[in-house]
């Protein structure tokens, strides 16, 4: 799979500074955000270096933090990411889209077609019956060309499970040769087809989803997919970074009701320890 930060909020511990200054200050929203970068006497800080401007977000960050863990989570849905995902699998999207307070675009099944040279694929799936009279030198080369094939459309393929998918692949073809329309022929792919899409959440949600889908006891499909989430937006900026995390991490306590992976204890266990 492969994950791409495509568009972020610009600047946006200085937006949840502002949206948070706004509900405890009897100053206005659009005074604070004019002056927020500017020296102790109202003027435009012709001094904003590096260190001064993470110095002045550093102070803005701690006011923010402290209005999130008190459970003010509203001024993170100021801040918006949008991001372009290529590779997962159906089935990890089915889990994806589940998520309400996000906008998906997906690439569609109806008129994105499956075009492979079906004559070569009958080819190479009798080079690689069992049984064939084909020499080990023809069966290698014809494996070689398979697996980057069945790999552009599904996750998951192995020297050991490649022959399930060349046959999912081709009875998908023949339908399509025969007439069957795309939207109808997909009914054969399995939930390991690949699929691409486009997710744009705000920060809220998007915490909310870490602390569900980074937990060790998340398929690891999606686990995967949100710690390469998690490293985009770190690299853009750190503190949003570090907000994503498993529930255990934020709770220090494992919330999970029948079976822990062990990371935290579970609550249960911090009770009864009492």
Same mark, same amino acid.
């Given at each position: +799979?492969?994950?791409?930060?495509?568009?972020?909020?610009?600047?946006?511990?200085?937006? +949840?500074?502002?949206?948070?200054?706004?509900?405890?200050?009897?100053?206005?929203?659009? $005074?604070?955000?004019?002056?927020?970068?500017?020296? !102790?006497?109202?003027?435009?800080?012709?001094?904003?270096? *590096?260190?001064?401007? #993470?110095?002045?977000?550093?102070?803005?960050?701690?006011?923010?933090?402290?209005?999130?863990?008190?459970?003010? @989570? !509203?001024?993170? =849905?100021?801040?918006?990411?949008?991001?372009?995902?290529?590779?997962?699998?159906?089935?990890?999207?089915?889990?994806?889209?589940?998520?309400?307070?996000?906008?998906?675009?997906?690439? !569609?099944?109806?008129?994105? $077609?499956?075009? =492979?040279?079906? #004559?070569?694929?009958?080819?190479?799936?009798?080079?690689?019956?069992?049984?064939?009279?084909?020499?080990?030198? =023809?069966?290698?080369?014809? $494996?070689? =060309?398979? @697996?980057?094939?069945?790999?552009?459309?599904?996750?998951?393929?192995?020297?050991? *499970?490649? /022959?399930?998918?060349?046959?999912?692949?081709?009875?998908?073809?023949?339908?399509?040769?025969?007439?069957?329309?795309?939207?109808?022929?997909?009914?054969?792919?399995? /939930?390991?087809?690949?699929?691409?899409?486009?997710?744009?959440? /705000?920060?809220?949600?998007?915490?909310?989803?870490? *602390?569900?889908?980074?937990?060790?006891?998340?398929?690891?499909?999606?686990?995967?997919?949100?710690?390469?989430?998690?490293?985009?937006?770190?690299?853009?900026?750190?503190?949003?970074? #570090?907000?994503?995390?498993?529930?255990?991490?934020?709770?220090?306590?494992?919330?999970?009701?029948?079976?822990?992976?062990?990371?935290?204890?579970?609550?249960?266990?911090?009770?009864? *320890?009492?």
């Amino acid at each position: +799979m492969k994950v791409k930060l495509i568009q972020m909020t610009e600047d946006p511990i200085s937006i +949840m500074w502002t949206a948070a200054r706004t509900c405890y200050s009897e100053k206005s929203p659009i $005074e604070m955000w004019d002056n927020r970068y500017k020296d !102790s006497y109202g003027e435009p800080d012709m001094d904003l270096s *590096n260190q001064v401007f #993470n110095e002045k977000q550093e102070k803005m960050w701690n006011l923010v933090k402290q209005v999130l863990d008190s459970g003010h @989570l !509203s001024i993170a =849905e100021h801040v918006y990411f949008t991001f372009a995902i290529e590779g997962i699998s159906r089935s990890c999207s089915h889990q994806l889209v589940r998520h309400r307070h996000c906008t998906f675009s997906q690439q !569609s099944q109806r008129y994105v $077609e499956i075009k =492979e040279n079906l #004559n070569r694929l009958e080819d190479i799936f009798l080079i690689l019956t069992p049984g064939s009279d084909y020499n080990l030198e =023809e069966m290698d080369r014809a $494996e070689r =060309e398979l @697996l980057p094939i069945l790999n552009k459309y599904f996750v998951s393929v192995t020297e050991d *499970n490649y /022959n399930e998918y060349i046959q999912i692949l081709r009875n998908y073809l023949y339908k399509v040769k025969l007439g069957m329309k795309p939207e109808d022929a997909r009914m054969v792919l399995p /939930n390991a087809t690949k699929t691409n899409l486009v997710m744009s959440c /705000n920060l809220r949600e998007l915490i909310h989803i870490c *602390n569900l889908r980074l937990c060790n006891r998340a398929q690891l499909e999606i686990r995967e997919l949100f710690k390469e989430i998690k490293k985009q937006v770190t690299r853009k900026n750190e503190y949003i970074g #570090n907000l994503l995390v498993p529930n255990c991490e934020k709770l220090n306590y494992c919330p999970e009701q029948h079976k822990s992976c062990g990371r935290k204890p579970k609550l249960s266990d911090l009770i009864s *320890n009492k």
